[in-house]
């Protein structure tokens, strides 16, 4: 079969055109086996092959510089589908894709498949009605429901421009659209336009912009051939797609039927709330289980012991089965029906409950349960990662740790050791099933709620965390791919003074790199079963994450990684004498000890401190890492908590390890980092002016200069391959000390960025303002890591004044409280931001109702970043079905969000 392809592009001197793609003959993606075009009239090129009837092909167009680099053209793969006809010929007319930011929005599963998702799309069906076919196809992925594409043109095979004989294009592979018009029946050069019908009316919408569109020639010459000429997209009026959401987690949901704490079902419920206010997203926190201690430190959603599997506590276990002893499955019902009344979570409790319910329903069904053909064929498509977490959670409670380096055996993960430990007829494999059985009603439970909001045209929207438990399956299965010596945290900012370590550990990207991301595409595509929008926490791991050796503990003892850290050669050229053991060693003097240790001085200095000379001091060998010192503590303590003596010793002792100005680098002992935040040691403090200067415009290059280019080129490398892992909408945290260059690239890739009006993106200004954020972004009230607006308006009174003055203009009495009409009005200057969405913490919502708000402001929090041991328990006080029939409140958002024009279809 002949196959041309033929592309528009003006190229400059030294640039040549390429088509690569999925099958041998052209390349299998390698831009080295790629197929060279010709360019026979200028702006034009082409080239002719043949192709074996009966292959799908997928295939992009590529250009090589004079320098010999490729670059691909933005978008996702084209397709060429020759199994269901015969060709003779093929000619592909293509138009070159330029990246458009939004165009990877709109072309994600969040709104082909939920937000403007067709109901009524026939099947494909390339079987060819005439001789000689031009096919005429676009991509378009904005189109209401009641509306089709068509298109009209200058001759009567095309309409004549008549608006009642419009063509129809077919959706069948939406967002592409196509029409198959007898080629033989067309008169060449023709002229044509797109116009969005609508179906109802029976009448144009829409016509592009523009001017017409033209096919100069068909130029097929086999008797049985097919011109596919292929345009990019429509050229609508300039109007943006913009739509709301809310954010909750799911133990935070509370209905009749909750069992102590939000489940999967009632998910469904909140479906329904959202569809009944206009509310078009729902954005929830990681739903992974995250069991280590099976105790409330577990609560923490962002460290996983699987990437993959689903928390437990999140079933319903009505939806699960009935226990044959009424009187237990009564007493089970009961209890969870009474902390289901309660305010807030009780974790352990509800976990405890329902874990026994799990062995002992699983006993009851287990027979029937592990040959039943649905559960087999879960297995099957699952046991890749479905047998080693089985395994991991045996091993976990038996050996009373998820620690797997304290397990008495297994500790060092084997494949065929595991498989064998799993083994059906092994005396243990109750135990080991018992958690396929949890899983395959997890992810039923969480697949229907999922269904059910694409259904209803509401998008859900997941949370990858940036990293994993150390204590997890991946860490044990995949040691390889995690540095497991180190722990990724954050550098100081508003949230903990003394940045944040969140003690995972970082990955080796370039164990990843090597397997193609495998890793990362298993995970990506697991979670696309129940998500079509997902938000990436801290997205700037992928740029640099902030790295802290685990001997360490507080945040500020960390540095990027990747960096390029400073030779002692830079800094002395930056005119800074260095003084290696005075930089990177402790600075402990006498001044400056009473001031952190108080009454406790002179018990610190016998028992901790060495005085090597009069007023200097080194720290004793048990306690020259926060490691230790924390693990000194804890031991001592013997299951006790600390007094505020041992605090206030604890604390001061870590801040004495913190008092240097440079940290060695862990990887190449002869490069250094300047520790962030050093101007608040007095190691700093105590030198001269000059030196203090030099150090000043260091530390300025190094943290906001040195690294632009350099984290551009890391995250490109990362970002791409692990975006086209899924049609997901993907959504980066992008908080904190952000680099230039997360801009530029968030933007290029057509990921949206995070705006939170408290936390300004410009450094120059107090408050940024909704009406300042980008297009692709999602605009917010505030986070799980942040108080409410509430408890943000109460928390300082002189910051939340000068935002009463300046940013709503107000000059009459400032209130203590947020009033309701305030937090109204901060709502709405979202709703009317430019960004793509504007989601609200669903606190936010209910504080515009004096009546439904709940009375407790602090209890609402949902997290405390500086506290490291959190516990997340904050459930709403009102029920779902109630808040369902609140018709003020439902009303009143209803209004706000469509006078605003968020969520139309077109």
């Not at 052209?26 to 192709?51: H, I, T, Y």
């Not at 009448?203 to 912009?209: R, V």
């Not at 791409?720 to 945290?733: Q, R, S, V």
């Not at 009006?757 to 890591?785: G, I, N, W």
């Amino acid at each position: 079969m002949k196959v041309s392809f033929k592309i528009d592009y003006q190229t400059i001197w030294g640039q040549v055109l390429y088509v690569s793609g999925s099958t041998f003959e052209f390349g299998e993606w390698d831009p080295s086996r790629a197929l060279q075009m010709k360019n026979f009239v200028p702006g034009e090129w082409e080239v002719n092959c043949k192709f074996p009837s009966g292959k799908k092909l997928e295939y992009k167009y590529l250009i090589k510089d004079a320098a010999g680099n490729f670059i691909w053209e933005g978008g996702k793969n084209r397709v060429l589908e020759t199994s269901k006809v015969d060709f003779e010929e093929i000619r592909c007319r293509d138009f070159w894709r330029v990246r458009r930011e939004s165009d990877t929005a709109l072309f994600s599963s969040a709104f082909t498949k939920v937000l403007l998702r067709r109901t009524d799309s026939g099947e494909v069906n390339d079987n060819l009605h005439f001789k000689n076919t031009l096919r005429i196809q676009i991509y378009v992925p904005k189109v209401s429901p009641d509306c089709k594409i068509g298109i009209l043109g200058d001759q009567p095979a095309l309409g004549n421009w008549m608006e009642e004989y419009t063509l129809l294009m077919d959706d069948a592979r939406f967002p592409l659209w196509s029409i198959d018009i007898d080629a033989d029946k067309l008169k060449f050069p023709l002229q044509f336009k797109y116009v969005v019908y609508n179906t109802a009316k029976k009448q144009i919408f829409i016509w592009e912009q523009g001017s017409n569109r033209l096919i100069r020639d068909y130029v097929c010459k086999e008797p049985k051939s097919i011109k596919i000429h292929t345009d990019e997209s429509f050229r609508f009026p300039v109007k943006h797609w913009k739509g709301a959401g809310v954010a909750v987690p799911v133990f935070s949901l509370r209905t009749d039927k909750s069992g102590g704490i939000g489940e999967f079902p009632d998910i469904k419920k909140l479906v329904d709330w959202a569809k009944l206010t206009g509310l078009k997203l729902i954005q929830l926190l990681p739903l992974n289980e995250t069991v280590a201690t099976h105790t409330w430190i577990d609560t923490y959603p962002y460290k996983s012991i699987s990437t993959i599997a689903l928390h437990p506590v999140y079933l319903n276990i009505n939806k699960i089965g009935v226990l044959d002893d009424e009187n237990l499955m009564i007493g089970f019902a009961q209890a969870l029906a009474g902390f289901n009344a309660l305010e807030t979570v009780h974790y352990e409790d509800v976990h405890r409950i329902k874990s026994k319910f799990f062995k002992l329903i699983f006993d009851q069904q287990q027979e029937l349960f592990l040959v039943d053909p649905p559960f087999l064929k879960f297995f099957d498509e699952n046991k890749e990662w479905l047998v080693p977490y089985a395994a991991f959670c045996y091993l976990r409670d038996k050996n009373k740790t998820a620690n797997f380096r304290e397990w008495s055996e297994f500790q060092v993960y084997n494949e065929k050791e595991i498989r064998q430990l799993c083994a059906d007829n092994k005396e243990t494999y109750p135990d080991i099933a018992v958690h396929y059985f949890i899983q395959y009603h997890a992810y039923k439970q969480l697949f229907e709620a999922a269904e059910y909001a694409r259904q209803n045209g509401i998008v859900l929207k997941g949370d990858i965390p940036i990293g994993i438990s150390p204590d997890s399956v991946e860490a044990w299965t995949h040691p390889e791919l995690f540095n497991l010596d180190q722990q990724a945290g954050a550098p100081p900012d508003e949230f903990a003074d003394l940045g944040q370590n969140w003690g995972f550990p970082t990955y080796n990207w370039e164990k990843m790199v090597a397997d193609n991301f495998s890793w990362w595409n298993k995970r990506l595509k697991q979670m696309s079963l129940y998500f079509d929008a997902t938000r990436i926490d801290h997205i700037l791991g992928f740029f640099r994450i902030w790295e802290i050796p685990v001997d360490q503990v507080q945040g500020i003892m960390g540095h990027f990684r990747p960096a390029l850290p400073f030779s002692r050669d830079e800094i002395i050229d930056s005119g800074i004498i260095f003084n290696e053991e005075r930089f990177t060693k402790p600075y402990i003097r006498d001044y400056f000890l009473r001031e952190l240790f108080g009454e406790e001085t002179e018990e610190v200095k016998i028992n901790y401190l060495t005085e090597y000379e009069p007023g200097k001091y080194n720290l004793k060998p048990g306690f020259t890492t926060q490691r230790k010192v924390w693990d000194y503590f804890e031991s001592a303590k013997k299951g006790t908590e600390l007094t505020g003596k041992e605090i206030r010793i604890r604390d001061g002792l870590c801040s004495l390890i913190a008092e240097v100005i440079f940290i060695r680098d862990p990887y190449r002992s002869t490069l250094f980092h300047p520790r962030v935040a050093f101007h608040n040691t007095n190691s700093y403090l105590n030198l001269k002016a000059d030196l203090r200067y030099a150090l000043d415009e260091l530390y300025i290059e190094f943290f906001y200069h040195r690294h632009e280019d350099f984290w551009r080129e890391q995250a490109m490398r990362l970002l791409p391959t692990i975006m086209n892992a899924t049609d997901m909408l993907i959504c980066g945290e992008d908080l904190g000390m952000v680099p230039d260059c997360v801009t530029d690239v968030m933007r290029d890739l057509g990921i949206l960025s995070l705006q939170i009006q408290r936390m300004p993106k410009d450094p120059r200004v107090e408050f940024a303002h909704p009406a300042d954020a980008p297009y692709l972004s999602v605009c917010s009230t505030s986070t799980h890591d942040m108080s409410t607006l509430r408890g943000w308006w109460e928390e300082d009174r002189l910051h939340s004044e000068r935002f009463f003055r300046l940013v709503m203009g107000q000059k009459g009495e400032f209130p203590f409280f947020m009033e309701p009409w305030i937090a109204r009005d901060i709502l709405n200057m979202h709703l009317y931001s430019p960004a793509m969405w504007a989601i609200f913490p669903i606190q936010d919502l209910l504080a515009m109702d004096g009546r439904l708000r709940w009375d407790n402001t602090e209890g609402e929090r949902i997290n405390v970043p500086a506290i490291a041991q959190h516990y997340w328990r904050y459930r709403m006080h009102l029920r779902l079905e109630d808040l369902i029939n609140e018709k003020k409140l439902n009303n009143e958002l209803r209004s706000m969000i469509s006078a605003s024009s968020r969520g139309s279809d077109s």
